[in-house]
């Protein structure tokens, strides 16, 4: 699993680590009941604290996209696999006719991610 973190980013590296993660859930990069890296072996490869990705898997386990299995770590649920993937279909279905609209009117595509940005803060 391939996490890249921006130390100069606004969005704090916790955030970052859980949103690339919910990527690969929904990405399908990462399956149902699989085994995410632990949680030392992630802060020793991105070279960040253990708190911070500690942070991090709470925060997936609580929303629950992850599961924890004492001894042996933290999984994918199945749930999280399937609504996520929902999600980003419902999404995806909305934003269509909004592009293709921003299309029409000759909006470019940087000006249109820039509008989303701008909404999403």
């Known amino acids: 699993m391939k996490i890249v973190v921006d ?7 916790n955030e970052q680590i859980r949103t690339q993660i ?3 859930i929904s990405d399908g990069s990462i399956k149902a009941n699989e085994c995410l890296p632990s949680i030392r072996f992630v802060a020793k ?3 960040v604290g253990v708190i ?4 991090a898997y709470e925060k997936l386990e609580e929303d629950g996209y992850i599961y924890t299995v004492a001894g042996k770590g933290c999984f994918v649920s199945e749930t999280a696999a399937d609504s996520v ?3 980003t279909d419902l999404v995806l279905s909305r934003l269509k006719p909004v592009v293709e ?3 029409a009117l000759g909006v470019s595509r940087e000006e249109v991610i820039g509008l989303i940005t701008s909404l999403y803060r």
Not at 7 to 12: C, D, G, I, L, W
Request: glycine fraction near 4%; avoid cysteine; charged fraction near 35%.
């Open 7 to 13: 130390v100069n980013s606004a969005e704090p590296l």
């Open 22 to 24: 919910i990527r690969r």
């Open 45 to 47: 490869t991105l070279r």
């Open 52 to 55: 911070t990705v500690k942070t």
């Open 85 to 87: 993937g929902k999600k």
């Open 101 to 103: 609209y921003a299309r």
